[in-house]
């Protein structure tokens, strides 16, 4: 009997199987198909860069294209009109044949030479720390030098200075043995004059010069003994900085050259030939230029500017107090020895007087002896017995002429008032001739003094020009002043055997 199949529905899918079955098996494959590209996508990334990986939003065939693109050549327009293909910037191999340069690809798992790789890697870590360790030693070793030069520069300006300031203690010795010199002269010398004012402003012209050059001294000392504790900070650093380094194949000047810099202090020194030298590095407490090394070095800087301007200074100083010392000591001699010479002319005045006044005195006393004479002859001899006939006043002429009343004869009476008048012109003339002789003897006296006055002013003025002579010390110039009397020796050292 027929078996009869019932009628199948009419439709358009003409697969036979079913579509569960189907879709499994689509599932299965776009699974594997995910974890393919997974897997190859992971694969790729751990031999490229971080960008380079494909960007899921994009195409496929469009991300290696935008990926290629920054690697190609820039085309640059020149002013001739034609063009230029130049090389991205940045690290990469240059492909000129692709024109292209694509960066350095780093990898991110270690590869088979990963054990010389880091035994290299730490080699050059630690190469590049003595490098470092034995630049920054060089730097310090610099800084040390021209810090013991500027030392040394302040050491021979301070013995410049210093004995600039003993010549101005020698000029203030100086000084006062002028003024004690001069004390010596009369009490009529002694009036306060022109010379008397310019040895007072000597002397206080000279205290301000010492003033100053202490002030100096004391100035330079204390920035020598700054320079020796930077100098020891810098010896320190230095030696600390050299433990890192066993080989110095290179000197330190080497050093610094191939670095590009010849100093990193002294900013006079002659620049480097090079155009761009390395530039000083941040201060690290765990690297090789660590925060001391830099204080020290930023230290010696400071203290090189600063000691430059206190030499500049001080030289100028020493040249000026120099220069004004000098002047000073001229005008005190130039004035002193004018009042000698003022001395000379009023002494050569009174000398002059002084002979006037003597002639006088010769014929006052001539006269006054003539007078004596004549006043004798007046008086007439001293016995009655010894006069003449004709002297008495009883002669026989007189008695006859006095017989009459009224006649008698004033002879008497005439020469009683003439020997009067001779008296008192005698009289008269010996006062004069007594102040004569005391004027002369006041004149004479001035004239002494004038002339010791002068002697005094003429062996100040040696004494200052012969002292003043840059090889007399100031141990010379202090012997000179001491209690004793210029004007008597010195005491004497008693011998051993009088002892």
């Given at each position: 009997m027929?078996?009869?199949?019932?009628?199948?529905?009419?439709?358009?899918?003409?697969?036979?199987?079913?579509?569960?079955?189907?879709?499994?098996?689509?599932?299965?494959t776009?699974?594997?198909?995910?974890?393919?590209?997974?897997?190859?996508?992971?694969a790729?990334?751990?031999?490229?860069?971080?960008?380079?990986?494909?960007?899921?939003?994009?195409?496929?065939h469009?991300?290696?294209?935008?990926?290629?693109?920054?690697?190609?050549?820039?085309?640059?327009?020149?002013?001739?009109?034609?063009?230029?293909?130049?090389?991205?910037?940045?690290?990469?191999?240059?492909?000129?044949?692709?024109?292209?340069?694509?960066?350095?690809?780093?990898?991110?798992?270690?590869?088979?030479?990963?054990?010389?790789?880091?035994?290299?890697?730490?080699?050059?870590?630690?190469?590049?720390?003595?490098?470092?360790?034995?630049?920054?030693?060089?730097?310090?070793?610099?800084?040390?030098h021209?810090?013991?030069?500027?030392?040394?520069?302040?050491?021979?300006?301070?013995?410049?200075t210093?004995?600039?300031?003993?010549?101005?203690?020698?000029?203030?010795?100086?000084?006062?043995?002028?003024?004690k010199?001069?004390?010596?002269?009369?009490?009529?010398?002694?009036?306060?004059?022109?010379?008397?004012?310019?040895?007072?402003?000597?002397?206080?012209?000279?205290?301000?010069?010492?003033?100053?050059?202490?002030?100096?001294?004391?100035?330079?000392?204390?920035?020598?003994?700054?320079?020796a504790?930077?100098?020891?900070?810098?010896?320190?650093?230095?030696?600390?900085?050299?433990?890192?380094?066993?080989?110095?194949?290179?000197?330190?000047?080497?050093?610094?050259?191939?670095?590009?810099?010849?100093?990193?202090?002294?900013l006079?020194c002659?620049?480097?030939?090079?155009?761009?030298?390395?530039?000083?590095?941040?201060?690290?407490?765990?690297?090789?230029?660590?925060?001391?090394?830099?204080?020290?070095?930023?230290?010696?800087?400071?203290?090189?500017?600063?000691?430059?301007?206190?030499?500049?200074?001080?030289?100028?100083?020493?040249?000026?107090?120099?220069?004004?010392?000098?002047?000073?000591?001229?005008?005190?001699?130039?004035?002193?020895?004018?009042?000698?010479r003022?001395t000379?002319?009023?002494?050569?005045?009174?000398?002059?007087?002084?002979?006037?006044?003597?002639?006088?005195?010769?014929?006052?006393?001539?006269?006054?002896?003539?007078?004596?004479?004549?006043?004798?002859?007046?008086?007439?001899?001293?016995s009655?017995?010894?006069?003449?006939?004709?002297?008495?006043?009883?002669?026989?002429?007189?008695?006859?002429?006095?017989?009459?009343?009224?006649?008698?004869?004033?002879?008497?009476?005439?020469?009683?008032?003439g020997?009067?008048?001779?008296?008192?012109?005698?009289?008269?003339?010996?006062?004069?001739?007594?102040?004569?002789l005391?004027k002369?003897?006041?004149?004479?006296?001035?004239?002494?003094?004038?002339?010791?006055?002068?002697?005094?002013?003429?062996?100040?003025?040696?004494?200052?020009?012969?002292?003043?002579?840059?090889?007399?010390?100031?141990?010379?110039?202090?012997?000179?002043?001491?209690?004793?009397?210029?004007?008597?020796?010195?005491?004497?050292?008693?011998?051993?055997?009088?002892?």
């Amino acid at each position: 009997m027929p078996v009869l199949i019932p009628p199948t529905e009419h439709s358009r899918d003409l697969r036979v199987g079913a579509p569960a079955w189907r879709e499994a098996a689509k599932a299965t494959t776009r699974k594997a198909h995910q974890l393919t590209d997974r897997c190859r996508q992971e694969a790729v990334t751990v031999w490229q860069p971080k960008d380079s990986v494909q960007d899921p939003s994009m195409e496929r065939h469009l991300c290696r294209a935008a990926y290629v693109l920054p690697w190609r050549f820039h085309v640059e327009m020149l002013k001739g009109g034609g063009t230029l293909e130049k090389p991205p910037p940045g690290e990469g191999v240059t492909l000129w044949k692709d024109k292209m340069k694509p960066p350095a690809w780093h990898a991110r798992l270690p590869l088979p030479m990963h054990r010389d790789a880091l035994a290299l890697q730490t080699a050059e870590v630690a190469h590049a720390h003595a490098r470092g360790a034995r630049l920054t030693a060089a730097r310090l070793c610099r800084a040390q030098h021209q810090i013991n030069g500027q030392v040394r520069l302040l050491q021979r300006q301070r013995e410049a200075t210093d004995h600039r300031l003993s010549e101005v203690r020698k000029g203030l010795l100086i000084n006062q043995q002028s003024v004690k010199l001069r004390g010596y002269r009369p009490k009529s010398e002694k009036l306060p004059d022109r010379a008397d004012s310019m040895l007072t402003w000597e002397k206080e012209k000279l205290k301000s010069m010492k003033r100053k050059m202490e002030k100096d001294m004391e100035k330079s000392e204390a920035l020598l003994k700054t320079l020796a504790s930077c100098r020891d900070t810098l010896v320190f650093c230095c030696k600390e900085r050299l433990q890192a380094v066993d080989l110095m194949n290179q000197p330190l000047d080497k050093v610094l050259e191939q670095a590009g810099r010849h100093s990193w202090v002294n900013l006079s020194c002659v620049p480097s030939p090079r155009t761009q030298g390395l530039k000083t590095p941040p201060p690290d407490p765990v690297g090789t230029y660590t925060p001391e090394c830099a204080a020290a070095l930023y230290e010696a800087k400071r203290l090189l500017l600063e000691s430059k301007d206190t030499l500049l200074e001080m030289a100028k100083n020493e040249e000026d107090i120099q220069e004004q010392q000098q002047q000073i000591g001229d005008r005190v001699c130039a004035s002193i020895a004018k009042k000698t010479r003022e001395t000379s002319e009023l002494m050569e005045r009174m000398n002059m007087t002084l002979g006037l006044m003597r002639g006088t005195i010769h014929r006052c006393t001539k006269f006054n002896q003539e007078m004596y004479i004549t006043r004798d002859l007046i008086k007439g001899p001293l016995s009655k017995s010894h006069l003449e006939t004709r002297e008495k006043l009883d002669r026989p002429l007189v008695r006859v002429y006095q017989r009459h009343v009224g006649t008698q004869l004033p002879e008497a009476t005439r020469l009683a008032q003439g020997t009067d008048k001779v008296q008192r012109h005698i009289s008269h003339m010996e006062k004069n001739l007594k102040e004569l002789l005391a004027k002369r003897k006041d004149l004479t006296w001035s004239l002494n003094c004038k002339k010791i006055g002068r002697d005094v002013d003429y062996n100040v003025v040696r004494l200052r020009l012969r002292q003043q002579h840059p090889h007399v010390c100031y141990e010379q110039a202090q012997r000179l002043v001491s209690d004793w009397d210029p004007r008597t020796p010195p005491p004497r050292a008693e011998s051993p055997a009088t002892q």
